[in-house]
């Protein structure tokens, strides 16, 4: 999840103010959170000079390593460990409680921006309140609408994240989920045209389109009059909604796959996962190869892009990757589409409806990639797969996105970036792609210095 905008402007307007009315000058400049924000912040300190020394962050999982280059400790330890006067940084919604915490550990300088979320939560005025009612009624005239679309009325599955690998996990266990609770005929409500394609890749018939704004007023409706009055299945971990911290946080064994598997789905241990089936007759990954002058099984494509964060990778370390793997014989390839994902240089644009994905990367023999929901899309692919995931940053964290972790590939080779390490990662993505078999073992994370 990125940060909107408007958020990111107010980030750079309230710290250059602060910066030019002295309120950093001669303290330690710390963020509290490792949020969707701390990048942000992070950016604007140094394009001003100021340096960001530490991050504070409750979960106990995060504290001692670090996010962004940076080192994550929790409150407590901190202000136990330093001496130095200290200004934070804090955006979150839950500021007030971060402010309480602070002020009990002797800390006395913070700055609250304002963002989105907070402001939203301290808004609870009479006509705020109106708005979200009216909000309900719209959404449930929405859930009306579709329903009188079809001749019986129909659960309602609501894919309410428009992220790719969230509906794929959903339409994994979608199937035993229908064995055993026997809803009857069912639609699914998507708001991306990704996750359109995604629910088509798994033969689930009925799909309705609707906007960000419909699926926001369809879940406010489904929350106020509940399962009872609206057949609406929410196919998402409801915490998110309505819980600070994700389980997965305070029990690393819990993963992307079992909040699936148990909290959405409630199904038993051992449910087995439904995935593609696989047309290996159309042809499609030869005549692709062959038009770009990639060589079989020869090939890695590369994805460096996510739409759900920006990465601290940059596309140069890419660059220096293709170019070795270049001088091994292979040739290169970069995932890529639109203005935003431009391909890494020293190599060739390559883009593959999902449907020929599988095919397409065991054609091409490997794979390496950010972490983002086209890894879960291609996790059953026979070839070389290396995904590198990123620290303090929930959108890409190796401890509950892992492949070999949700039981989606076991052979991946995985890695966590560390801006410090990156040389050393970029030799063992490179050995990586040149094993001759696909390792049995666990190799990077557990390998990997520092991890």
């Given at each position: 999840?990125?940060?909107l905008?408007e ?16 309120y ?8 509290f ?30 504290a ?16 136990q ?37 907070s ?19 719209e ?11 079809y001749?019986?009325?129909r659960w ?7 992220g790719?690998?969230d ?16 809803p009857?005929?069912?639609v ?15 033969g689930?018939?009925q ?30 971990y ?9 389980y ?16 959405v ?23 692709l190869?062959k038009?770009?002058g ?7 494509i590369m ?23 270049v ?11 639109g ?7 020293g ?65 991946a080779?995985?890695?966590v ?8 990662l ?8 040149q ?17």
């Amino acid at each position: 999840m990125l940060a909107l905008e408007e958020d990111r402007r107010l980030i750079k307007e309230e710290i250059e103010r602060s910066i030019q009315g002295g309120y950093f000058t001669e303290k330690d400049v710390l963020i509290f959170g490792c949020t969707i924000y701390t990048r942000d912040i992070r950016d604007v300190l140094l394009e001003n000079g100021v340096r960001l020394k530490a991050i504070l962050d409750n979960n106990k999982k995060k504290a001692g390593g670090t996010c962004l280059g940076v080192p994550v400790y929790l409150p407590e330890s901190y202000f136990q460990e330093q001496d130095g006067d200290a200004a934070v940084i804090i955006c979150s919604k839950y500021y007030r409680e971060m402010e309480e915490q602070l002020h009990a550990l002797g800390c006395g300088s913070m700055l609250h921006i304002p963002v989105t979320e907070s402001r939203r939560k301290d808004d609870d005025s009479l006509e705020i309140l109106q708005e979200r009612f009216a909000d309900a009624e719209e959404g449930y005239r929405i859930y009306l609408r579709i329903q009188q679309s079809y001749p019986q009325n129909r659960w309602l599955f609501l894919c309410p994240y428009p992220g790719t690998g969230d509906i794929y996990m959903a339409c994994v266990y979608l199937d035993a989920f229908l064995k055993k609770e026997q809803p009857g005929p069912y639609v699914m409500a998507v708001s991306a045209e990704s996750c359109r394609k995604t629910a088509l890749l798994f033969g689930v018939g009925q799909i309705e389109r609707v906007s960000k704004d419909e699926m926001e007023k369809l879940l406010k409706a489904w929350e106020f009059l509940g399962s009872r009055k609206m057949l609406v299945k929410p196919l998402l971990y409801w915490g998110w909604r309505t819980k600070r911290y994700l389980y997965a946080d305070e029990y690393p064994q819990i993963t992307f796959n079992e909040m699936f598997l148990y909290d959405v789905f409630d199904l038993p241990c051992g449910t087995e996962k439904k995935r593609i089936e696989i047309n290996g007759q159309s042809g499609y990954a030869e005549a692709l190869f062959k038009r770009l002058g990639l060589k079989p099984h020869r090939t890695v494509i590369m994805a460096p892009y996510a739409g759900s964060f920006v990465p601290e990778m940059g596309i140069e370390a890419w660059a220096e990757i293709a170019a070795d793997l270049v001088k091994k014989g292979w040739t290169v390839a970069t995932n890529c589409s639109g203005d935003a994902e431009r391909p890494v240089p020293g190599t060739v644009p390559i883009w593959f409806p999902y449907e020929e994905a599988v095919q397409v990367l065991e054609y091409a023999g490997g794979f390496v990639a950010l972490r983002s929901g086209l890894c879960d899309i291609v996790s059953q692919a026979k070839c070389k797969m290396v995904i590198l995931y990123e620290s303090g940053f929930n959108a890409a964290r190796y401890e509950y996105f892992s492949l070999k972790k949700m039981g989606l590939n076991p052979d991946a080779v995985e890695f966590v970036y560390e801006k410090k390490d990156e040389d050393v990662l970029k030799q063992k993505i490179i050995e990586a792609v040149q094993q001759k078999e696909i390792l049995e073992e666990p190799y990077g994370v557990s390998n990997y210095p520092g991890i």
